[in-house]
């Protein structure tokens, strides 16, 4: 027998969720934050955190006694009563640095700002139809890894209607139409348009938000950021209110340095997995034990999983050939690299999965960052499979030369470079493990371009 200990180190849910549990009033209460004492009519004018006093233990308990006394809670501390998980000796609600991305940044932030961006760049100023901009959405050519998210098209009526804050796309497509709509719209924005700065400003802060590693100087830059985007929003949107959503984000440098990437720990992957019971329950038609039938059907799939056929192989590679090195684009590299004869065999495969992300060639890879902080990109040329293991994987690359960051689409241009030499890289030494895919703009002639879906510096203090 195994005996395993566990302890409690944060509660993640969406806001209604975690108020409830951690015993605070409504999100619409007046004292809207569970971190803080801010009044919502302070969020509407401060955005720096040095701004907000925080709630302390011993001051919150007696607060939160006297709350549940009252049976209704206290609208001048916003406490609704105890919190039952504060008993655990590692835990206390106002310690729990941690707010959910995906609920306050693709479920309300991004929805609410860029419903209010469109409505400004369409109908106010007209820069484009709406009837071009879905057309745009429905033929894009989006990256490999974004296909699956491609945005549904919006209605006038939808984005007119400023009173409710959701755009109607789901979550993962959200973050795909909040990256790409620079190159769906930029080239028909001019430089320096106020409403479009917005959102590069948000991107520019969800990067930082949505990178799996954060050093702690990123956190201050992404404070600083945030008070840039606030108030950038504030003053091109005077009459649009901040919500709570945007206080949360003030408190995400903290978050992030208390209890790490918060991206980590977002309800995206936690909703997948609630997938599979939420649909049981309407498939199975029997709710006399409700939580019995999905805990025992889930255990019932997560052995079969386990069993073998539904578990995820950590490399397949199930197309490709066995060819001779010679017959390679650069083949000469991978004689020197590997040590092997022109004449000698190896398998070239047209696709592998490593831990179910996808590399195919034409791919490209981040491979380096130089000096200046600027990312080093390659083409994947071939892609060697000598092995079984992922670490034996070599991606035969071409460096591209790195024109810059083009603000203005949020996004690298890279250029072929004609005299450039092939080389190998293995999958362990990519600054990034995945693979990116050449996109374009609608500018005349347009340059290859690559969106990388987080910051890539992350590794240097
Ligand atoms: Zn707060």
């Known amino acids: 027998m195994i005996k395993v200990h566990g302890t409690l180190i944060s509660f993640v849910g969406d806001s209604l969720a975690v108020h409830d549990i951690l015993g605070f009033l409504s999100p619409s209460a007046r004292k809207l934050c ?127 209607n400023i009173q409710d804050h959701k755009l109607g796309e789901k979550a993962s497509q959200m973050w795909c139409l ?70 949360h984000m003030v408190h995400y440098p903290m978050c992030m340095r208390m209890c790490g990437p918060l991206v980590l720990s977002q309800c995206l992957r936690f909703e997948i997995k609630h997938n599979f019971g939420k649909r049981l329950a309407a498939i199975n038609c029997n709710f006399r034990n409700i939580c019995k039938s999905v805990a025992v059907k889930h255990q019932v799939m997560q052995c079969a999983g386990w069993m073998g056929k539904g578990l995820r192989e950590d490399l397949e590679c199930i197309s490709g050939s066995v060819v001779t090195v010679s017959s390679l684009e650069g083949s000469q590299s991978i004689i020197e690299s590997l040590h092997l004869h022109e004449d000698s065999e190896i398998f070239a ?55 810059g960051f083009f603000r203005h689409y949020h996004a690298f241009c890279v250029q072929e470079m004609e005299m450039c030499a092939y080389s190998l890289v293995r999958l362990d030494d990519l600054i990034d493990h995945v693979p990116l895919t050449a996109l374009s703009s609608y500018e005349n002639n347009s340059r290859v371009y690559l969106c990388p879906r987080h910051s890539l510096i992350h590794h240097r203090e």
């Open 34 to 160: 569970r971190l803080c004492l801010v009044t919502r009519e302070e969020i509407q004018t401060n955005f720096s955190d040095e701004d907000f006093q925080l709630r302390e233990m011993e001051e919150h308990d007696e607060l939160s006694q006297i709350a549940a006394d009252r049976g209704r809670g206290d609208s001048d501390s916003g406490i609704r009563g105890v919190c039952p998980l504060n008993v655990l000796s590692s835990f206390h609600c106002v310690n729990n640095f941690n707010f959910d991305v995906m609920h306050d940044l693709l479920e309300g932030v991004c929805q609410y700002e860029i419903k209010l961006i469109l409505n400004q760049l369409l109908f106010v100023d007209q820069f484009m139809t709406l009837s071009e901009f879905n057309q745009r959405i429905s033929s894009f050519h989006y990256s490999f890894n974004d296909k699956k998210n491609k945005p549904t098209c919006l209605s006038m009526e939808r984005i007119r």
């Open 178 to 247: 909040t990256r790409m709509l620079p190159l769906l719209i930029g080239d028909r924005i001019p430089q320096d348009n106020l409403h479009y700065e917005i959102l590069l400003l948000l991107l520019q802060c969800l990067d930082i938000i949505y990178s799996p590693v954060v050093s702690i100087p990123q956190t201050v830059i992404l404070k600083h950021m945030i008070i840039d985007h606030h108030s950038h929003f504030k003053l091109v949107f005077p009459k649009s209110r901040m919500i709570n959503k945007h206080h």
């Open 349 to 403: 495969a047209s696709k592998v999965t490593v831990y179910g992300i996808e590399y195919i060639p034409n791919m490209y890879l981040v491979t380096g960052i130089d000096d200046d902080d600027e990312p080093q990109f390659s083409r994947i040329v071939v892609i060697l499979v000598p092995g079984t293991t992922a670490g034996e994987i070599n991606f035969v690359v071409r460096r591209c030369y790195n024109s």
